[in-house]
C-alpha cells in the first residue's frame, strides 16, 4: 500500500509559476515510477508527466512540454512537479499517482495508487 499527498495547488495569474509536491508512504519508492494527471471540471482526467523510478527518464503530454518539469528525490520519497508560464487552461485538479514497476507510464489505468488531488486555478 502506498498513501499520496499533493500539496502546493493554488491560485496563480497567467504566466506564474507552482510547484507541486506528492509525499509517498512506505518503502522503496524508487520501485514506483511516478504519474501526474489532471482534471477540468467536465472532462475526463489526462495525462501531464511521467517519471521512471530512477528519475533519469521522464515524459510529458505535448500542452505542457516545455513549460512544465517533473522530477523525484527518492531519498524523500517524494515527486514534484514544477509548472511555469501557467495559462488559464491548465486549471484543474492535479492528481498524483503510482505504478508498481520503474518503466513510464501514459495511461490512467497503469497506475496502481492515487493521491487525493490539489486545486490548480490560473487566472486570465
Known amino acids: 500500500q502506498v498513501d499520496l499527498v499533493e500539496s502546493g495547488g493554488g491560485l496563480v495569474q497567467a504566466g506564474g509559476s507552482l510547484r507541486l509536491s506528492c509525499a509517498a508512504s512506505?518503502?522503496?519508492?524508487?520501485?514506483?515510477?511516478m504519474g501526474w494527471f489532471r482534471q477540468a471540471p467536465g472532462k475526463e482526467r489526462e495525462f501531464v508527466s511521467t517519471?521512471?523510478?530512477?528519475?533519469?527518464?521522464?515524459a510529458y503530454a505535448d500542452s505542457v512540454k516545455g513549460r512544465f518539469t517533473v522530477s523525484r528525490d527518492n531519498a524523500k520519497n517524494t515527486v514534484y512537479l514544477q509548472m511555469n508560464s501557467l495559462k488559464p487552461e491548465d486549471t484543474a485538479v492535479y492528481f498524483c499517482?503510482?505504478?508498481?514497476?520503474?518503466?513510464?507510464?501514459?495511461?490512467?489505468?497503469?497506475?496502481?495508487?492515487w493521491g487525493q488531488g490539489t486545486q490548480v486555478t490560473v487566472s486570465s
Open positions: 512506505g518503502r522503496a519508492f524508487n520501485g514506483y515510477a
Open positions: 517519471i521512471s523510478g530512477s528519475g533519469y527518464n521522464t
Open positions: 499517482a503510482a505504478r508498481q514497476g520503474t518503466t513510464r507510464a501514459f495511461r490512467t489505468y497503469d497506475y496502481n495508487y
